[in-house]
């Protein structure tokens, strides 16, 4: 099951995709990592999806990575006593801690953590930014805001609070029962939602630990201050545009867009975009211009992965989607344009022996026109450092840790295999040859280049370079 591009695709299940036909029609559409979003269904839900996920594994031999996504701590006001209000631009609205309906220029907001962190001047952003406020003066259980932008609000609406920074954890006690849950299941991937500080990210590790790798969504204004430190804690990164669009300018989401890509790559960070990329194809069997744009862009930037969302997860036409998404990547891969854009947003990266000899294979495996580069690696990071580079040569990930091969399944340009551990030379050579051959990727009298560590089985030690004819 070699796929013909290099950028992966994440597909969102829902709906209208957990039959576990529809799940194997996905993946033969193309699809790289599904992910479960624990924003929405039951633990039973999610665990047959999972299961039916690991059965294609089985049948097709192919590593498939499954990716949690937390919920995160959402702020909302409370009930209104007709159900909805009508807020006028440049009312005073009074939010207070009473749980009692409110009304007449009062909503109930009971999140004591807002109360304590909010200040004038701060933005008030209800049901997705529609409705505009701008807090005037604090209590300390209640705060005045003037409303800037009007519209109608009603129960439970969601609140996003920009220019606040709100001492509160990323994981909320569902997140918590969630995630145990996940990890028992054996997600690949956990997604930890609204981090706004490093701490958040050291938060969610001291939970994970090892168990699954560690994706931080970058969907708060506070995040951006300080991602460079949150890059380096992370595993993986995704840049949540829907919520990151609501609380900056919506035209700042593409510079930052740049900014994340190109921050994770010189880290060597895998980073999807996400969000709204072929929104309309939710209800139409064909996306617009701009949205086929908008993933051709992310492919240009570098980025190692593109995700649909609701466009798989509940949306009339979640295969056709997919098979759209993947036809854009490849055409936009092949366009004369790509190469010379993607090494114009490279930077360098890291000092170090691990990242030179990456660097030093992939400028080899594109002198001598290899027919693939083969990776050994344990931990990951070894086909990370490579798929860093962004070649024009296919990497094929080679590991004896399933979890390993099933997060390399995110890594941009990596074809990941399981394999047999290997404790010698030839046991390299022989392993390196056969998976060419047998995954499709070089044919007898090509060249590949091999990339280990040693000693074998030592996970951070790559440093050892062959080329191999086969």
Request: glycine fraction near 8%.
């Amino acid at each position: 099951m070699r796929r013909d591009r290099r950028a992966k695709i994440v597909a969102t299940l829902g709906p209208a995709s957990s039959d576990p036909t529809r799940i194997r029609q996905l993946f033969d559409a193309g699809v790289d990592v599904f992910r479960l979003n624990f924003s929405h269904g039951v633990h039973e839900d999610h665990a047959a999806r999972f299961h039916a996920i690991r059965a294609i594994e089985r049948e097709v031999g192919r590593p498939i990575a499954v990716l949690q996504d937390l919920q995160g701590p959402k702020i909302r006001i409370g009930t209104l006593a007709r159900g909805k209000e009508m807020l006028e631009p440049g009312v005073v609205v009074r939010f207070d801690s009473d749980a009692g309906a409110g009304g007449n220029g009062r909503v109930p907001l009971l999140h004591p953590e807002v109360h304590a962190a909010i200040a004038p001047r701060h933005q008030l952003l209800i049901n997705d930014g529609q409705v505009r406020l701008e807090v005037v003066s604090c209590g300390t259980s209640h705060f005045d805001a003037r409303v800037v932008v009007g519209g109608e609000i009603s129960d439970r609406k969601g609140v996003n609070l920009p220019d606040t920074l709100l001492q509160l954890s990323p994981i909320t006690p569902k997140d918590r029962a969630d995630l145990e849950f996940g990890l028992a299941l054996g997600v690949d991937l956990v997604a930890l939602s609204f981090v706004q500080q490093p701490s958040d990210v050291l938060e969610g590790r001291s939970l994970i630990g090892d168990r699954a790798g560690l994706m931080v969504k970058i969907e708060k204004p506070a995040a951006l201050k300080r991602i460079r430190e949150i890059v380096q804690l992370a595993d993986s990164v995704m840049v949540a545009r829907g919520d990151l669009g609501v609380e900056i300018p919506a035209e700042h989401v593409p510079g930052w867009q740049k900014d994340i890509v190109r921050e994770c790559r010189t880290a060597g960070k895998p980073v999807i975009i996400a969000t709204q990329m072929l929104e309309s194809m939710i209800n139409s069997p064909t996306p617009t211009r701009a949205e086929a744009s908008d993933v051709a862009t992310g492919v240009f930037d570098g980025a190692d992965a593109v995700m649909l969302s609701a466009e798989s997860a509940s949306g009339r036409y979640p295969v056709e989607a997919v098979a759209m998404m993947d036809r854009i990547i490849a055409h936009t891969e092949s366009h004369g344009s790509y190469r010379p854009i993607l090494h114009a947003l490279e930077s360098s990266g890291e000092p170090t022996v691990a990242h030179a000899v990456a660097a030093s294979a992939t400028t080899l495996a594109a002198s001598i026109r290899a027919a693939a580069m083969v990776a050994f690696t344990d931990s990951g990071n070894t086909a990370t450092r490579v798929a860093r580079e962004r070649s024009r040569v296919p990497i094929v990930g080679v590991t004896p840790d399933e979890r390993t091969a099933r997060r390399m399944a995110l890594l941009w340009g990596v074809h990941s295999v399981k394999s047999a551990n290997i404790a010698s030379f030839a046991e390299m050579v022989e392993q390196a040859v056969r998976h060419a051959q047998e995954e499709g990727f070089a044919g007898k009298g090509q060249n590949i280049v091999v990339i280990a560590g040693i000693p074998f089985g030592q996970s951070g030690t790559t440093n050892n370079i062959r080329v191999l004819a086969v």
